[in-house]
């Protein structure tokens, strides 16, 4: 099975597109290789920030490898081949598991709202079947409409490579319940920036970080300054950037952090319909925050 450790920082990536909305492969591979070398232990590719929803599987697998070869063992590569489907999450996964990827992002089944019990066999079928890709959960109720509970998330952690979940329901609770009822082999990642400081303190590892674009760095150090016991340094950290944070969540994720990209000079372009722009007013109070902590 693939290392279990898949680091601290881990940034869910956007997906650059060129001018007529297509995949932009050359900017991804520039991308990637900036993050790696810029705090992030790790990338998620094809995840809600990259706009899974209106990629075509396609598209997806040409990113998967394109990430690959830049990273080339300079980062975690973990790929976003979940699916409201368990037949298409697998054969998705498979198809990811070929490519020697480090692990894969499973997101809760949206839409048809399975019981606890669906949610159960689906993420076992999914990992029984890729046995030597690690598995990385996703709970996102508010994009789902379904939560995984806890102790659902304690029965899939006994399945030897299921090893993490991105919990990123918001509650602190939840995420408290999760830690009790898991071995400390299992990895806890804020699913939220602004939350990533409160879940250390709750026994989460680490995060699934859109922010981590622009504060890589600063991120890594807010992690590593709560691991070795100088939670001011860790508070103080997290309150600088907390206005970004929010800023990058004004609207819908990745709208905002795309246009930030943009801002700095990455062409990463715009959105896929039914996503759209940023609106003058809210670019404008995003580049106010970024210029405050010097990002631009």
């Given at each position: 099975?693939?290392?279990?450790?898949?680091?601290?920082?881990?940034?869910?990536?956007?997906?650059?597109?060129?001018?007529?909305?297509?995949?932009?492969?050359?900017?991804?591979?520039?991308?990637?290789?900036?993050?790696?070398?810029?705090?992030?232990?790790?990338?998620?590719?094809?995840?809600?920030?990259?706009?899974?929803?209106?990629?075509?599987?396609?598209?997806?697998?040409?990113?998967?490898?394109?990430?690959?070869?830049?990273?080339?063992?300079?980062?975690?590569?973990?790929?976003?081949?979940?699916?409201?489907?368990?037949?298409?999450?697998?054969?998705?996964?498979?198809?990811?598991?070929?490519?020697?990827?480090?692990?894969?992002?499973?997101?809760?089944?949206?839409?048809?709202?399975?019981?606890?019990?669906?949610?159960?066999?689906?993420?076992?079928?999914?990992?029984?079947?890729?046995?030597?890709?690690?598995?990385?959960?996703?709970?996102?109720?508010?994009?789902?409409?379904?939560?995984?509970?806890?102790?659902?998330?304690?029965?899939?952690?006994?399945?030897?490579?299921?090893?993490?979940?991105?919990?990123?329901?918001?509650?602190?609770?939840?995420?408290?319940?999760?830690?009790?009822?898991?071995?400390?082999?299992?990895?806890?990642?804020?699913?939220?920036?602004?939350?990533?400081?409160?879940?250390?303190?709750?026994?989460?590892?680490?995060?699934?970080?859109?922010?981590?674009?622009?504060?890589?760095?600063?991120?890594?150090?807010?992690?590593?300054?709560?691991?070795?016991?100088?939670?001011?340094?860790?508070?103080?950290?997290?309150?600088?950037?907390?206005?970004?944070?929010?800023?990058?969540?004004?609207?819908?994720?990745?709208?905002?952090?795309?246009?930030?990209?943009?801002?700095?000079?990455?062409?990463?372009?715009?959105?896929?319909?039914?996503?759209?722009?940023?609106?003058?007013?809210?670019?404008?109070?995003?580049?106010?925050?970024?210029?405050d902590l010097s990002i631009l």
């Amino acid at each position: 099975m693939s290392d279990r450790n898949l680091g601290r920082v881990i940034t869910a990536m956007v997906t650059p597109f060129d001018k007529n909305g297509q995949v932009n492969y050359a900017v991804a591979e520039q991308l990637a290789v900036h993050l790696v070398e810029n705090g992030s232990d790790g990338l998620v590719i094809c995840g809600t920030t990259g706009e899974s929803p209106t990629l075509s599987w396609s598209e997806e697998y040409e990113l998967f490898q394109v990430v690959k070869k830049a990273v080339s063992g300079r980062g975690k590569i973990i790929a976003g081949t979940g699916s409201n489907s368990t037949k298409e999450a697998i054969e998705a996964t498979e198809k990811a598991a070929k490519l020697g990827l480090d692990g894969s992002l499973q997101v809760v089944p949206y839409y048809n709202k399975p019981p606890q019990e669906g949610l159960y066999q689906h993420f076992k079928k999914i990992a029984q079947t890729s046995p030597n890709l690690s598995i990385m959960l996703y709970n996102i109720p508010g994009r789902t409409g379904q939560n995984l509970l806890p102790e659902t998330v304690a029965k899939l952690a006994e399945i030897e490579n299921i090893i993490a979940i991105k919990e990123a329901s918001g509650d602190l609770e939840q995420a408290c319940k999760i830690r009790r009822l898991t071995p400390d082999s299992f990895g806890i990642y804020a699913g939220d920036d602004f939350l990533t400081l409160p879940m250390l303190t709750v026994g989460g590892i680490g995060v699934v970080s859109v922010a981590s674009h622009l504060v890589g760095q600063q991120m890594q150090e807010m992690v590593k300054a709560f691991e070795t016991g100088k939670a001011t340094v860790a508070r103080d950290i997290n309150l600088k950037l907390f206005p970004l944070f929010k800023g990058l969540f004004c609207t819908t994720n990745p709208i905002p952090i795309k246009a930030a990209l943009n801002l700095k000079g990455w062409n990463v372009g715009g959105v896929r319909p039914p996503l759209m722009e940023l609106s003058p007013e809210l670019e404008k109070g995003l580049e106010l925050i970024l210029q405050d902590l010097s990002i631009l």
